[in-house]
C-alpha cells in the first residue's frame, strides 16, 4: 500500500513540474519591449468644429431602407464639400448608389495594391430624444431646414444633434460611432495633401449611408463595384476594436488595444410553434405558448459548444503573459486544463461571446388577449456564429431543438457565415502595432473577434487583410454610450484618432 502512494505522490509531482514548467516556459508575446515616445496631441478648434457640424445633421437610418428620410443625408454630402475643400480638389471622387462617397488619392506607384478606409454617416435614432434640428447654422440660408424638435430627453446633457462642445468633449449622436472616425479619416486626408507627403500606393476612403441597417445598399455596393473594377487592397481598415482602459480586462494592468480581425457570423431565426387555439376556460394540457417555452428552455439549456479558435487562443497568447498566475497555468496548460478553462470563460458574458455561437432569445408573439389561446406563438432566436461553427450548424441546432414540435422556421435579417481571419503577420497589421504605440505607447495590442457585424464584412471580396479598429481609449461608461444615451467623444480621442490614421497613410510604405 505505502509503494501505491508514493507512486501516485510521485505522479502527482512529475505532474505539477509538468504544469509549471509548461506555465514558466509558454511563449507568451513580449510586449512593449521598444519605447516610443508618445507623439503628443495638440488641439485643432477648426478640426472639432467640423465634427461638431456634422453631429449636427441627423442622419439617421432606421427601418426600410425604401422610406429613409434623405434629405438629412443630401445636407451631409454637401456639409463635407464645404468642410474639405482640399480632399474633394485634390481626388478622385464619386458616389456609389448616390449616396456612398468614395475618395482616392492617387499614389506615385499606382502598380502597388492600395489602401482602403471605411466609416459611415448614418447613426441610430436617439431614443427617447427627438431629432433636434442644429443644422441651420451651418449651411446658408437658402438650404432646405430640417425640422425643429420641440423635447429632449432627460438622459442627454445636451441634445442628441447639438454637436455641444463642452468639458473636453463633442457631444452628440455618431460621436463615436462613427462620424469621429469618419471626420478623423477627412482630416487626416487634409493634412496628407497639405504637407504634400504623396503617398506610394493609392489610398481610397469608402463611405457608406445604412451601415447600422445592414449595409445593404452603401458598403455592399461600393464593395462591389470596386471587384467589378478589378480592385484588390492590400489593407482594408474600419471600426470594431478599440483600446479598453486599463482595467476594463480584469488582471490586466494595462490598456489593451483589441484590433478585430474578424468578426461573427449571424442568423436570426423566427420560430412559430403551432398549438390548439381558443378559450382560457378549456386548455389543452400543452398550449402553443407552453410548447414554444419548451424549446426556448432547449436552445438556452443546451447551447453551441464551446471552442478555442486560433484567433482566441492568438489573443491569450497575448495578453497572457501580463495575467496573474492561475490564468497563466491554464492557458498553458490546455492539454489538461482546457475544460476548465472553458468553464470559466462561459461564466462570463463578454469571454463567453468568444469561445461560443452565442443563443439570445429576443422576441415573442402570442394571444392579445387575457383569456385566449392563441393557435400559434412566434418567437426570435439570433445567433452570433463562432468562426468554426457554420450556418448549417445553426440550422441543424434549432431543427434538433424544435424536434417533436410543430414549427415553422423562417430565418430573418441577413444570415452570415462568421467572416474570415485576416493574418497579423503582414505589414496592414504591423502598421496598426505601429500606429497605436504613437498614441499609447504602453498599450498591449493584441488580435480580437469582433462581436458586432460592420462594413468591414462585405470587404472580403477585395482583401484578405481586413482590420477592424477605432484608436480611442474609452471607459466602460463611454462603450455603453455607443447606441444609447449621452454620447460623446473625447477631445483628446479625437486627435489622437486624426493623428493616428495620418501616420498610417504617411507610412505605410516607409
Known amino acids: 500500500m505505502k509503494k501505491f502512494f508514493l507512486a501516485i505522490l510521485s505522479i502527482v509531482i512529475i505532474l505539477v513540474a509538468i504544469l509549471l514548467i509548461k506555465t514558466f516556459t509558454y511563449p507568451f508575446k513580449k510586449n512593449n519591449t521598444t519605447t516610443v515616445a508618445e507623439v503628443k496631441w495638440v488641439k485643432n478648434d477648426s478640426a472639432i468644429q467640423r465634427l461638431s457640424g456634422g453631429i449636427k445633421v441627423p442622419t439617421v437610418s432606421a427601418g426600410d431602407l425604401d422610406v429613409f428620410n434623405y434629405a438629412p443625408f443630401d445636407q451631409f454630402k454637401e456639409y463635407l464639400k464645404k468642410s474639405y475643400p482640399l480632399v474633394y480638389q485634390n481626388t478622385e471622387n464619386y458616389e456609389v448608389n448616390k449616396y456612398g462617397l468614395v475618395f482616392k488619392l ?11 478606409f471605411l466609416s459611415h454617416m448614418d447613426v441610430v435614432p436617439p431614443g427617447d430624444a ?15 431646414a430640417l425640422p425643429a424638435v420641440t423635447k429632449v430627453s432627460e ?8 454637436g455641444a462642445v463642452a468639458d473636453g468633449r463633442i457631444y452628440g449622436r455618431g460621436a463615436i460611432d462613427m462620424k469621429g472616425m469618419l471626420f478623423s479619416l477627412m482630416e487626416s486626408l487634409t493634412n496628407m495633401i497639405k504637407s504634400g507627403a504623396l503617398p506610394q500606393r493609392d489610398i481610397y476612403l469608402a463611405l457608406g449611408f445604412d451601415e447600422e441597417v445592414g449595409g445593404r445598399k452603401g458598403a455592399k455596393q461600393i464593395a462591389k463595384h470596386f471587384k467589378e473594377k478589378g480592385l484588390k487592397f492590400d489593407a482594408v481598415y474600419d471600426e470594431g476594436g478599440l483600446i479598453l482602459q486599463k482595467g476594463s480586462i480584469k488582471g490586466i494592468d494595462s490598456d489593451v488595444a483589441v484590433v478585430g480581425c474578424a468578426e461573427k457570423g449571424f442568423l436570426s431565426a423566427k420560430i412559430k410553434v403551432k398549438g390548439l387555439g381558443g378559450h382560457s376556460s378549456m386548455p ?4 402553443a405558448i407552453g410548447k414554444a417555452a419548451v424549446i426556448m428552455q432547449r436552445l438556452e439549456e443546451d447551447q453551441m459548444k464551446p471552442m478555442i479558435t486560433p ?5 491569450f497568447d497575448n495578453i497572457g503573459g501580463t495575467m496573474p498566475f492561475v490564468n497563466r497555468l491554464a492557458i498553458s496548460n490546455q492539454w489538461l486544463l482546457k475544460s476548465v478553462l472553458l468553464s470559466q470563460l ?22 392579445d388577449g387575457t383569456n385566449v389561446l392563441s393557435p400559434e406563438v412566434e418567437f426570435v432566436v439570433n445567433f452570433r456564429l463562432l468562426s468554426g461553427d457554420s450556418v448549417k450548424d445553426i440550422r441543424d441546432h434549432i431543427k434538433k431543438a424544435t424536434k417533436g414540435f410543430d414549427v415553422e422556421v423562417e430565418e430573418i435579417d441577413n444570415t452570415r457565415e462568421a467572416s474570415a481571419v485576416s493574418p497579423t503577420n503582414v505589414k496592414a497589421y504591423q502598421l496598426i502595432q505601429e500606429g497605436i504605440k504613437q498614441i499609447y505607447p504602453n498599450a498591449i495590442t493584441t488580435p480580437y473577434l469582433t462581436m458586432a457585424g460592420t462594413d468591414a464584412y462585405k470587404y472580403q471580396i477585395v482583401s484578405k487583410n481586413v482590420y477592424r479598429f477605432m484608436p480611442i481609449k ?6 455603453q454610450s ?12 479625437y486627435m489622437k484618432m486624426i493623428q493616428y490614421f495620418e501616420y498610417i497613410m504617411k507610412n505605410y510604405d516607409k
Open 106 to 116: 492617387k499614389g506615385s506607384k499606382p502598380d502597388l495594391e492600395p489602401i482602403l
Open 130 to 144: 427627438d431629432i433636434k434640428n442644429n443644422a441651420q447654422d451651418i449651411f446658408r440660408p437658402n438650404d432646405k
Open 155 to 162: 438622459d442627454w446633457d445636451y441634445a442628441p444633434f447639438s
Open 284 to 287: 389543452p394540457m400543452q398550449s
Open 311 to 315: 484567433l482566441i487562443k492568438e489573443f
Open 346 to 367: 462561459a461564466k462570463n458574458n463578454s469571454t463567453n461571446a468568444l469561445i461560443r455561437s452565442t443563443t439570445a432569445l429576443t422576441m415573442m408573439k402570442g394571444s
Open 474 to 479: 474609452i471607459t466602460d461608461a463611454e462603450k
Open 482 to 493: 455607443i447606441h444609447s444615451t449621452n454620447e460623446y467623444i473625447s477631445i483628446e480621442n
